[in-house]
């Protein structure tokens, strides 16, 4: 701003064009001619408001030289030329029509290293610039702390960054390349060696010179290898064709946190049509099924789980089963953003990468295989994860087992069939179809899939399958992964009041401890000089560790508690087992199934290693429901 600001206001001295006006001319206005309006938008006010003793006119003109050569050669020059520096080299034909500024006050205010890229083979300079731009990468400087990756130094620790970030979901690089001159400097930086070469200093040399008619090396020298590496650059880095409608907006947006998880763009092969309908609603179907497996699955891995009584053994038998997972099917590994990744851009054949099938993953019958397994036993490792006492969410994985349930349809109707049907609308769409049926929650998945991936294109393959899958999973099982759960531990609140007052009740505060205890050693004389003393009909039997293995019930000692001649029989005589037991922190509603069952009134409450607690009886907790209730109705 400040060089165009001097220059303007050196134009009479600076131009040579200028050098014959007259006394009788001085009145004239000054013309400067700019390359774009955008200069007139943003430097004439300024100017004008800067010179108000000078009469300036701007004139929009053309960044093609050859309009000044015409102009030079017909009429008169301007007295200000401004012009993109890619076109500098064409300006030679001018170069006497033009004030030498090498030696100005102004030139001397513009860096060496940077004046140099204006100055004509015999030391002369006729353009000063007026910004400088620097070029380089902007980074996310936390984002490479949170995953621990190193800052690039270098081109090969550059593509190393975009791979880690890829194993973590994350594209590596962005750039706003809906601008033609970012994908202009991209080629140049990548040309860097070559035009820096002694062939590439020929060629720049040649280039430049507007004599030479030649154009030494342009087709063998630089160019196909710059291209080649551009080539290579769009491999490491992931780039797309949707990526050529990126704006600096995008781009900003992206790196203040909102770029969409999935980073998806439809392409046009990804339209939805008509004749898709039934293989979306077999889809739905398909995601139903999943959707029922996923919850099925889950309890059931959670179940076995829990059988087993030591947390060390927990976590010995997860990381059994996800250590031989995990070894046959790497992709099971994290989160699995990754894996659906891959195959949303086609390039299912990524998923073999480290596994002991990498060698057939060129065959489409094996991709489809490795597919379905793979999305089947996702949910295994996922509910193992969990039950062992890790933390494998389950968000992450109904999208994963979702994405390759609508891949392996879409891979079977290309591989079987023929058809072209798109690989990323039916991984999107799976997505949303098990999501809505594993949390039974159909809006939320339609909306979230879409807004995760900007895939508002699909919105209608969305609605009839996340719809047809929620319908088929309500109708196999009606409970979501998570109101499962809270059934099993007899924590769920329903509608059904009876059902909900119970949730408010607890074991722990209903059980009864004030019962006397009686070892397994003891005889019938040794019993009847206790319950002398004591207040309740019922005694449990203890081992030598406090384990439960028998009750005594009064009504089964009082025919015998009057001979002496019996107080030598050992209590095992008269000691029956239990008709159940409670199981400390069991669910009321639980203990409640329990005796009805048994037809019980009075169960005695262990825990897991089968010690004795106390007593619950179903007449207090009938008594503490009818409290509750009366509460809740207030």
Excluded at 31 to 56: I, M, S
Excluded at 261 to 289: H, M, R, S, Y
Excluded at 304 to 319: A, M, N, T
Excluded at 363 to 371: E, K, S
Aim: hydrophobic share 45%; charged share 20%; proline share 4%.
């Amino acid at each position: 701003m400040a060089a165009l600001l001097l220059t303007l206001a050196m134009s009479v001295s600076l131009l040579a064009g200028c050098a014959g006006r007259t006394a009788e001319d001085e009145e004239e206005p000054i013309q400067v001619y700019l390359w774009t309006a955008n200069l007139y938008e943003k430097y004439a006010p300024y100017v004008q408001a800067q010179l108000p003793d000078v009469d300036v006119e701007f004139v929009v003109g053309n960044n093609d030289l050859n309009f000044y050569k015409f102009l030079n050669e017909n009429g008169e020059l301007p007295d200000v030329i401004t012009c993109c520096r890619f076109s500098l080299h064409d300006a030679q034909p001018l170069k006497d029509s033009l004030m030498d500024l090498s030696t100005s006050n102004e030139a001397g205010t513009v860096y060496n290293t940077y004046l140099n890229s204006f100055m004509n083979e015999d030391g002369s300079i006729n353009w000063l610039p007026v910004c400088a731009d620097a070029h380089g990468f902007v980074v996310n400087r936390s984002l490479f702390e949170k995953y621990g990756i190193p800052l690039p130094t270098d081109y090969d620790s550059f593509v190393s960054a975009c791979k880690a970030f890829k194993k973590h979901g994350i594209r590596g690089f962005d750039a706003d390349y809906t601008y033609d001159y970012t994908c202009m400097e991209t080629l140049q930086g990548l040309s860097v060696s070559e035009l820096s070469s002694a062939e590439g200093r020929q060629w720049r040399a040649a280039y430049s010179d507007p004599a030479s008619t030649e154009k030494v090396g342009l087709d063998d020298t630089v160019w196909p290898t710059a291209f080649k590496n551009l080539e290579q650059f769009i491999r490491d880095t992931g780039l797309n064709a949707a990526d050529l409608t990126l704006t600096y907006d995008d781009i900003m947006d992206r790196m203040r946190g909102f770029d969409p998880i999935l980073a998806v763009t439809l392409a046009p092969a990804d339209a939805f049509e008509l004749w898709q309908i039934p293989l979306f609603i077999l889809l739905g179907v398909l995601c139903g099924l999943m959707a029922w497996y996923f919850t099925s699955m889950n309890s059931r891995v959670g179940g076995f789980f829990k059988s087993i009584d030591k947390q060390y053994k927990k976590w010995l038998w997860g990381g059994a089963i996800l250590g031989i997972l995990i070894f046959v099917f790497p992709p099971l590994y994290g989160e699995g953003y990754e894996g659906f990744t891959s195959l949303m851009h086609g390039n299912a054949q990524e998923l073999f990468n480290n596994s002991l099938f990498y060698r057939f993953r060129d065959i489409d019958w094996v991709i489809i295989l490795f597919v379905i397994a793979t999305m089947f036993f996702k949910v295994i490792a996922m509910s193992t994860t969990n039950a062992a006492g890790g933390v494998g969410g389950t968000f992450a994985p109904s999208l994963f087992v979702g994405a390759f349930t609508g891949a392996s349809l879409a891979l079977v109707c290309n591989t079987l069939f023929g058809w072209e049907v798109s690989i990323v609308s039916f991984t999107l769409v799976g997505m949303a179809g098990v999501m809505s049926g594993v949390m039974n929650a159909p809006l939320t998945s339609i909306f979230l899939i879409a807004e995760l991936s900007n895939g508002y294109g699909l919105f209608i393959p969305l609605m009839i399958t996340a719809c047809i899958s929620f319908a088929v999973d309500y109708y196999l099982d009606p409970d979501s992964i998570y109101t499962k759960q809270l059934r099993q531990k007899g924590e769920l609140l329903t509608h059904d009041k009876d059902q909900s007052v119970f949730v408010f009740l607890k074991l722990e505060e209903l059980m009864e401890t004030d019962f006397l205890r009686i070892k397994e050693n003891m005889t019938l004389g040794d019993i009847v000089h206790i319950i002398s003393t004591a207040r309740r009909n019922i005694f449990p039997v203890i081992d030598n560790f406090g384990r439960l293995i028998g009750v005594v019930q009064l009504d089964d000692l009082r025919e015998d508690m009057f001979k002496h001649e019996k107080y030598g029989h050992p209590i095992s005589d008269y000691m029956i087992p239990p008709p159940d037991k409670i199981i400390e922190h069991e669910a009321i509603l639980s203990v409640m199934e329990k005796f009805e069952d048994k037809h019980a009134w009075m169960l005695p409450v262990v825990d897991k290693q089968g010690r004795y607690l106390g007593f619950i009886s179903k007449s207090r907790i009938l008594n503490a429901y009818r409290e509750q209730l009366v509460k809740i109705q207030q």
